[in-house]
């Protein structure tokens, strides 16, 4: 991949100055602004937030909970789960938000590498082997899913991923319970931790703060990397072109680039964190099931997520990923005083959550914040971004 | 397996340091804290519990599909924790429970939504598991989520106690040591079942068997192969899958063949039966055939009401039974409820004091002790007369109702089946090397 | 496995049934999509309302839990009939979506796919909960008469060839294509059905022929309200009724339908429905445990090599 890069480096060149102006972001000014600019910032402002992640949601929100007299702080398992949708969210991005394809079929690679990397664990229980293997079954499979999926658009395009996704899962459930052990779930999945077994996933990480185990910094580090790989791509001529294909596909074509090709690389890309993240769920789950994996509902929550976080920045889909499993891990379980116990409630606040975002920040979570803060800055909000501002012609 | 074994785990560093802690600041006082001498056991999964109150998780589904049934295993779960806490009801009745918490702690509980997805419910598990220190997790409705919630549960080293759950393999394949059924299973459907329908129906007939293809439907069909073609020497003709969720099965129903059958098996449980058995009136096989629905639910029976008239069925329990278990716990439960109980809240409501009664017997919630104390252990006094929870799968051996739909003259709210017959669990179950618990192998206690 | 000709007779049957229903949905869908360019998530959600509208026009029915139950209400409900339903529901429907197209569909028109989605798959999620919450989670029973206009339909009749069919499913047959070929007749030879037309091929040329295009936009979404309602109500009338019903039995085959049909197309939409219903009650019938696949294949192989659909025209939906 990386040496397909640099050569269609030089295939952008001549392109470049029609698409790149905007994207750096909003003019200098402040300290602040020119630290923005930097093009790792992101990645050290995330690894800044995955070291007091886990803090905020177990320790802080359940001190808060304590004060309060309702259960809202997190739980061990929460932050990695939330990393984890985080990672697919990001890759999902990547072609929702940059190119504008809407895939309504990513369990698909999800589930494939959730499996994979299941069956593998029974063989060689490595994590690191575990992730590389799901990933690699997941890469394969979008290859052909994107070669035929990407000649079609809008609802044909999402309809079409939606397919195979659906006849992986019945499969699944039904005729493939040979392998995947149908819906009694695939489960005695043992990743045997970290360094050939030396450090066990569920250990502590550090002594009294019981929040970090080493499950969530090996899901943190893979995060970091997902970020950083992330960046790489949307500030490489690549994102540019992806960017474009959002704005304007014709005007992509206009100019000589295969826009089958960059389409394509986006499905795929999309898929690698997919697969990655599918991988990373088994290690932390210890256990999946064809609902989980394949159906098209969780297909469904990636594209929540991301738009909930929205879909113009490179880490504004990890907010939704927090927002959504928030929700649904622990707000669904939350008794109020004079109420009662929400639980029967939470997929209707979801819905509520969900149009509030849609109608009244359509740049989702991220967007609205960095709105904000713009605001207070004294700086311009910046110009909605390119797939989810309504310039559709 | 291998971190049961090798690693500590997380939380027991956790535990064991806490409990140090926790020694440590009271140490000054001049006590060491922890009720009725806890102390003497090693951390493991949620154990030693602190403070003066011990939470259970009730995790059931609140969305989707079966919330309904959801709703009444939560009123078996909190009436029995409020009896737990102030006495009433059973507690009144059972050995060692006091009416005044248990081992002294006030019983707390924490609520989840299962969905009816496994992954769902494993996830609410561990909150309740990591967050909440809940000691003992129970509920689902169904054998799928079981299933995975019981493996968590073991890893995890805390008591699971199943709720609605038919499945042989939950105590049988996929069994753990960790894990208790009150419910009766598949296996003893087709036990209590086939002698009723070969004294009704007559001997050497044919049946065509339509199941969901899940875990639950797949070992029902195969149990009511064995004992319909054991007990009255029946033929079958052909045994079909249908996927679970299926709302229309005309295309199935038109394959029965008229002529030959005389017996159609639909293995469906609650929503599935719902649509299979009006279905099957609607295309007029009852006039051809005996339908049989071997797991009757209210669910089910509520859903598919105008069409259950005659139909067999066997349930885990009803409300009509004369005992004065049964009669004690529809009355409190009427008082608050206004209505009669359905079989999901019984279990939900005895498997909760079933494990608090182990805890006190035990004098320790430390779960290797609890869970002896479980295994082996008879009772009376949950509506069934005599039980037994066998040590070898942690599957009570206990009676069976057979069933039969109400005529909708018949029907009222909470009356939509009767009894017909009580088997005893003597005339079934088997041994621990034969049936689905050949295939069980409890797994570890966690203090071996 | 050798088929009989009595298969083939009532895989036909159970097909043209089922076709029915997706038809239904995917006209409605269709429509919308073709002349608004507005992806609706919520469609199943106007099942859900098309049937339990018809649940409580239909009979009383006694409630078990919900608020409405909790605030002393016991029964809910008309004893209507099925006639009544079937007026009543597609008047709801209509109504309803002509609320919908004022309040959620206008805002949206100029905003990208993906938003209209989002906010459609959030209503969606608000109906099925209100429903929940307020009628209760329970299963309703089918709702099924056992007379219709003096006829008995509770039990099987004898056909030629088939055998035993029930009769009740016949008569859904008949009347899910009564409304379906009014339907047809409605867009192929109305005025109003040339501007939907006109609309599905392109909406700017209408607007620019000085078409008041925005009373046809109402209309045109509470046509297709109504006949995702018409065919919750047929759906109801066979199954059982459930919150989750929309989102589990309707959505999806909706949209398999009018990209099978090619979307924007009436007489697609149509042709869809019976194909894919053919293909499901063919393969039930035969290998049930690939049946679910074969249909998602399907749909999958037609995308890939005849992506204008049966009757569309590729443009649209794209």
Known sequence: MSGDRSGDATDAIPDGGTVTEETAGGSGGSALAGLRERDDFVVVAMAAALVVFPFLLIDILGAVGDVIGISIGGYTGLPSLVLIYGIIVIGFNLLLGYTGLLSFGHAAFFGSAAYSAALFSQVVPSPILMVIVGTIVATLLAWPIGFVSIRRSGVYFAVLTLTFGQALYFWALGPGSWLTNGDNGFSGIEAHGLFLGAIPLDAQLIPVFDSYTVMYAFTAVVMLIAVWVGNRIINSPYGLIFEALGENEERVEFVGLNVFRYKLMAFIISAVFAGVGGAMFVIHEQYIHPTTALYWIQSGDFVIMTVLGGTGSLVGPVLGALVFEYVANVISGVSLPMIGSIGSLWRFVLGAVFVFIVWVFPRGIYGAFSDLGSRLLGEDPEEPAVADGGERE | MARDTTALSRRDVLKASGAAGAAGLTGLAGCAGGGGGDSEYPAIGNYPVEGDEVVFGFNVPQSGSYSQEGADELRGYNLAKDHLNNGGGWVDNWDGLSGDGVLGKTVASVEGDTATDPDTARQSAQRMINRDNAIMITGGSSSGVAIAVQGLCQEEKVQFQCCITHSNDTTGSECVRYSFREMFNAYMTGQALAPVLAEEYGEDLNFYQLYADYSWGQTQQASMEQFFTEVGGWNQLESVPTPLGTSDYSSYLSDVPRDETDVLVLNHYGLDAANSLPQAIEAGLDEDMEIVVPLYNRLMAEAASGSIDGIFGTADWNWQLEDDATQSFVEVYREEHDRAPSYGARIAYTQTLQYAAAVERAETFYPPEVIRELEGHDYSGAGLGDETMRGCDHQAQRDVLVMQGASEEEQTEDKLLNIVSTTSRDDIGYACDAGPAAECELGEYGDE | ?318
């Not at chain 3, 409605?28 to 649940?55: D, P, Q, S």
């Not at chain 3, 409630?63 to 139950?69: D, I």
């Not at chain 3, 990208?112 to 909960?129: C, N």
């Not at chain 3, 501007?195 to 936009?217: C, F, K, W």
Request: aromatic content about 10%.
């Open chain 3, 1 to 318: 496995m050798l088929l009989l000709q009595s298969e083939i007779a009532s895989i036909l049957l159970n097909g043209l049934q089922q076709g029915a229903i997706y038809a239904l949905l995917g006209i409605g869908l269709t429509i919308i999509l073709g002349t608004m360019e507005f992806l609706n998530l919520a469609h199943g959600a106007l099942y859900l309302v098309g049937a339990y509208t018809g649940l409580i026009v239909f009979q009383e029915t006694a409630l078990s839990n919900g608020l409405l139950y909790s605030s002393g209400i016991t029964t809910l409900g008309f004893e209507g009939g099925f006639l009544a339903a079937l007026i009543v529901v597609p008047i709801v429907g209509f109504g309803i979506g002509l609320l919908m197209e004022r309040f959620v569909a206008e805002p949206f028109y100029d905003r990208p796919e993906t938003d209209q989605l989002l906010v459609t798959f959030g209503l969606a999620l608000i109906v099925e909960e209100t429903v929940k919450n307020v009628i209760g989670g329970n299963t309703f029973q089918s709702i099924a008469p056992s007379t219709i206009l003096g006829v008995n339909v509770s039990q099987p009749i004898s056909l030629p060839l088939v055998g035993l069919f029930p009769s009740w499913r016949l008569f859904i047959i008949a009347i899910a294509f009564l409304v379906i070929g009014l339907t047809y007749l409605a867009i192929e030879r109305t005025d109003f059905g040339l501007v939907v037309q006109a609309g599905t091929h392109d909406s700017e040329m209408v607007r620019i022929l000085g078409i008041p295009i925005n009373r046809s936009y109402s209309l045109v979404f509470a046509l297709g309200a109504a006949l995702a309602a018409f065919a919750g109500l047929i759906g109801a009338s066979i199954q059982t009724v459930s919150p989750q019903i929309g989102t589990q039995q309707a959505l999806v085959p909706a949209f398999l339908t009018i990209v099978v049909g090619g979307a924007g197309s009436v007489r697609g939409a149509i042709a869809g429905g019976l194909v894919l219903g053919l293909i499901i009650s063919a393969m039930t019938q035969t290998y049930s445990q690939w049946a679910q696949i074969v249909l998602y294949l399907f749909v999958a192989l037609m995308l890939v090599f005849k992506p204008e659909g049966l009757f569309g025209s590729a443009e649209v939906g794209e």
